[in-house]
């Protein structure tokens, strides 16, 4: 009975084990994958055997975990060893997950004592990201310890909290496997061979770097060297990942050929002098990226050799999905070259917003410069905000100065500016200059002490731009070969537009003129106008070209109209109650209102009536009234009467500056006794009247009169009473006595004399006197040879006027 109980037991057994392994496929899914499912894992495919040695052999395993596939086949496992021949990763994006915001922990892995070693003898590694597969190989020699080998050559250890190990990783395989267009991956070189640590939240990764770019850039070689350390952290909770880069050694070294990529130009070659072709980068000791916050305390960039440039960046903090929007950084560089003495600039950034400082000094201007100069300092301030998409705000400044500057024939001294621009947040924008000079020549013409102060305010908004201008500008001399101009002020407004609309107010010798003009590119109106002042602020300038002549009383106005572009104009003078000195020569009351037009380089103006009170020059002419006109340049004046001796004169032309001409003079009814008794201690006494013609011949700047007649109109007498020439005659030439004494008391009947003037002031008379004398009942016809410097007399009675005497005491003591 017991055995059949036995058998029935064997057998009931052996039918289990016998089911058991023929549904052992559906038995294991249903135990296990509800296991696997709790902890996300999928198991889709299995399916094993039990060899002869009692190993089990799976022919093929299919696991999916977040999407991530995983495929094994060919696998052998026994209590010591399990060995999978093949197997197949694929790499997918993960799937979106409800608990993306838990937290990470510590590594608390479980590990048993005893296990099965593992190995992998191939595994592929398929992804989207990837150009190509990748294949390893995995053997774990000694237990939690693995071997990596293949495209990527590694070795592992697994403790319960801590997975580390190292591994080595270079250019080859990146370009084999990472799916990229970007061209610079084929020139980058590297090779790495790395440490690493991860303890569930922290990554670390530690060792040594060498990578070289080397680039072409059309002619131009770039090349790119880093060796060192580099020590990586990267924590899964706070997603901070730091870079330990101090170590690291980077050079930047450019063939000479990249020069050649500056455009042609004449600044060309002086660029290429400055440009260093080897540099330095040195980084942090650390530089982080946190929530998407990019840290990075320092970055040095310099050049190797005397071309010193050396570029600071510091406290650089940015958001790399808006890396402008939210920059924050520090930024310095220096420059100094054998042609730059220095060049500085200072700059904070934070976000849109840029400040900060800059200075260069020169010692001249380079060499493609349309100057020379010496002694050229450069500095200012800015502080602009809201650069980025939008019209910035803020303000810059510039201040320049310059010992010695020469440019298009210009050459000035000791110049200053200073330069201010700003714009607020309603697009309200000024510059202002300033502008000081000590002096400045151009050719034959020198200025000295200037200063200049000009604004410009508009709005930069929607709509057509006007700019309001004002300026105001001082120089206290203007000197030319021909004329000097002192204390010249300029007072300027205008409007900006599409053309330029401009008034200036200014005073040149104190003397007041207003200037309108209209500036386009089609035309340049102007007006001039001359306010009604003093004649006496033209003194300054007449001694300039006459020293003797001056100004004593009078005003002058003027109106002047016209196009600079067509070098046209049209002008209206007026002169009132002018008077003048030249020397002792006195002109009194002038009055003349005269028009005319500048055209083509041609002056005229019309015919114009003038006025003169009275000129005395030892003679006192009156009244005299002529006209005077300005053609093609040429300045004339005619038709001139005036009173003379209690008769009167005419002229009947005199070209002003022709070098040879004849202008006639007339007299009629002249008061012989006042031409006679000019010199009133002469004793001689003649009455009645006289008229005469006298050709004045103008021979390049001698005048001479030739041919001149003077002539008796009417009867006269002559007296002759002590007489100091003539009684000397009458007792030497005692033979002459009856003839000399008719003289003392003639009735005149008929004059007539010859006029001769020379140069030098001489004067020669030949005279025919014809007469009657009552007491010796006696017809008398006398001739009479007359010579007498006339120069020498008019000298004599101007100095013995009384009237020219006051006013050129007056008007010394002025000193006008």
């Not at 013609?693 to 009867?715: R, W, Y």
Request: hydrophobic share 40%; charged share 20%; glycine share 6%.
């Amino acid at each position: 009975m017991f055995k059949r109980v036995g058998l029935i037991v064997g057998v009931l057994l052996l039918s289990t084990l016998l089911l058991s392994y023929v549904f052992r496929l559906p038995l294991l899914q249903w135990a296990i994958a509800p296991e696997l499912k709790k902890a996300g894992i999928t198991l889709s495919c299995l399916d094993f055997s039990i060899t002869s040695e009692l190993n089990i052999h799976a022919d093929k395993v299919c696991v999916n975990y977040q999407n991530q596939q995983l495929q094994l086949t060919g696998i052998t496992a026994n209590t010591k060893r399990i060995d999978i021949k093949n197997a197949v990763l694929a790499v997918n994006s993960l799937p979106k997950s409800d608990n993306a915001n838990q937290l990470a922990k510590n590594l608390d892995l479980a590990l048993p004592l005893n296990r099965p070693l593992i190995s992998i003898k191939q595994l592929v590694v398929k992804s989207d990201e990837l150009n190509k597969s990748l294949k390893i190989s995995i053997l774990e020699p000694e237990l939690n310890k693995f071997n990596v080998t293949g495209d990527i050559n590694a070795s592992a250890i697994l403790t319960a909290d801590k997975v580390s190990g190292q591994f080595e990783i270079n250019d080859t395989l990146l370009k084999q496997v990472i799916n990229t267009k970007n061209t610079l991956i084929a020139d980058f070189n590297f090779n790495t061979q790395q440490a690493f640590s991860f303890d569930g939240i922290e990554l670390e990764l530690n060792g040594d770097i060498s990578s070289q770019l080397a680039h072409t850039y059309e002619q131009c070689k770039v090349n790119v060297l880093t060796t060192g350390k580099l020590t990586t952290h990267f924590n899964l909770n706070s997603q901070a990942l730091m870079f330990n880069t101090d170590l690291l050694n980077n050079k930047i070294n450019l063939t000479p050929s990249c020069i050649e990529l500056i455009p042609p130009s004449e600044y060309a070659g002086f660029i290429s002098k400055q440009v260093p072709l080897n540099w330095q980068l040195k980084l942090p000791q650390s530089i982080s990226l946190e929530a998407s916050e990019l840290s990075v305390p320092v970055i040095n960039l310099m050049s190797e050799g005397d071309k010193q440039f050396d570029f600071l960046i510091t406290d650089t903090t940015l958001n790399i999905t808006s890396p402008l929007e939210y920059l924050q950084t520090n930024l310095s560089a220096q420059i100094n070259t054998p042609d730059i003495n220095n060049i500085s600039v200072n700059a904070q950034i934070s976000s849109a917003a840029i400040k900060g400082d800059y200075a260069v000094m020169l010692e001249g201007l380079p060499e493609f410069a349309p100057a020379t100069a010496n002694g050229l300092s450069l500095s200012g301030h800015f502080n602009i905000s809201e650069f980025i998409d939008s019209k910035p705000i803020g303000l810059i400044n510039a201040k320049l100065t310059l010992n010695s500057v020469d440019a298009f024939d210009i050459s000035a001294v000791q110049y200053q500016g200073d330069l201010t621009a700003k714009m607020d947040k309603q697009l309200n924008a000024e510059v202002a200059l300033t502008q000081q000079l000590k002096s400045a020549e151009y050719k034959e013409f020198k200025v000295t002490d200037i200063s200049n102060t000009l604004t410009a305010n508009a709005n930069l908004g929607v709509g057509e731009l006007f700019a309001d201008l004002t300026a105001k500008t001082n120089i206290k001399a203007a000197n030319s070969p021909d004329i000097k101009l002192n204390n010249i002020k300029v007072e300027s407004t205008g409007l900006q537009s599409r053309a330029l609309k401009a008034t200036h107010h200014a005073f040149i010798n104190d003397v007041e003129l207003v200037v309108n003009h209209h500036m386009s590119s089609q035309a340049h109106p102007f007006e001039v106008i001359i306010p009604e002042q003093s004649t006496l602020l033209l003194n300054e300038l007449i001694r300039q070209f006459e020293p003797l002549a001056q100004l004593t009383e009078g005003e002058f106005n003027g109106y002047i109209s016209g196009d600079i572009n067509l070098q046209n104009a049209l002008f209206n003078m007026g002169i009132s109650h002018t008077s003048a000195l030249y020397n002792d020569y006195l002109a009194s009351d002038l009055n003349s209102v005269f028009s005319g037009e500048y055209n083509s380089g041609k002056l005229n103006v019309k015919p114009t009536t003038f006025n003169l009170n009275e000129f005395r020059a030892g003679a006192v002419v009156k009244a005299i009234k002529g006209q005077w006109q300005v053609s093609s340049n040429t300045a004339l004046i005619n038709d001139v009467k005036g009173s003379v001796f209690g008769g009167e004169f005419s002229l009947d032309t005199y070209t002003i500056g022709k070098p040879n001409q004849v202008a006639n003079v007339k007299f009629e009814n002249i008061d012989a006794s006042k031409l006679v008794t000019l010199d009133d201690k002469s004793g001689i006494v003649l009455t009645g009247r006289l008229a005469g013609s006298l050709p004045v011949h103008f021979d390049s700047g001698k005048i001479e009169i030739i041919d001149g007649s003077l002539f008796s109109q009417g009867t006269g007498n002559l007296k002759i009473t002590n007489n100091a020439a003539f009684d000397s005659v009458m007792q030497q030439q005692q033979e002459l006595q009856p003839v000399l004494g008719l003289l003392t008391n003639l009735d005149i009947q008929k004059l007539n004399s010859s006029v001769a003037l020379k140069n030098d002031g001489w004067l020669k008379l030949g005279v025919n006197l014809q007469g009657y004398n009552k007491a010796e009942q006696q017809q008398v016809n006398f001739n009479y040879n007359h010579e007498e410097n006339v120069f020498t007399l008019l000298r004599a009675l101007r100095l013995s006027d009384e009237i020219t005497q006051k006013v050129e005491q007056q008007y010394s003591q002025k000193g006008n």
